[in-house]
Nanobody, 127 residues
């Protein structure tokens, strides 16, 4: 099994920055993709960013391109989401996720591709 423990998040004013961290424990060697998803009240869960653990290009939602950056430290089994120029519409519960499925060496942003999930961290952006 794989366990994911998230940290970071919180409240910030529009234009501010936050960083989320997600540490993996257990059988992390089986994981090929890491990702961040978010869910706002009354909305479906959205894939924000994903990245192959073995190296390769990340994939971002159009709504966060140029503002969010996903990165990883494989030595620490940790993935990060740096969020800059935050907007009120970024307010959501953010979840770290891990999966084994690769498509031509890339990860998709499909919720069903990820079998392991963190506990979620709230991010609130005020105007």
């Amino acid at each position: 099994q794989v366990q994911l423990v998230e940290s970071g998040g919180g409240s910030v004013q529009a234009g501010g920055s936050l960083r989320l961290s997600c540490a993996g424990y257990g059988y992390t060697y089986i994981i090929n993709c890491m990702g961040w998803f978010r869910q706002a009240p009354g909305k479906e869960r959205e894939g924000v960013a994903t990245i192959p653990t073995g190296g390769g290009s990340p994939l971002y939602a159009d709504s966060v391109k140029g503002r969010f950056t996903i990165s990883q430290d494989n030595a620490k089994n940790t993935v990060y989401l740096q969020m800059n120029n935050l907007k009120p519409e970024d307010t959501a519960m953010y979840y770290c996720a891990a999966g084994t499925l690769l498509y031509g060496g890339r990860c998709q942003r499909e919720e069903g591709d990820f079998a392991y999930w963190g506990q979620g961290n709230q991010v609130t952006v005020s105007s």
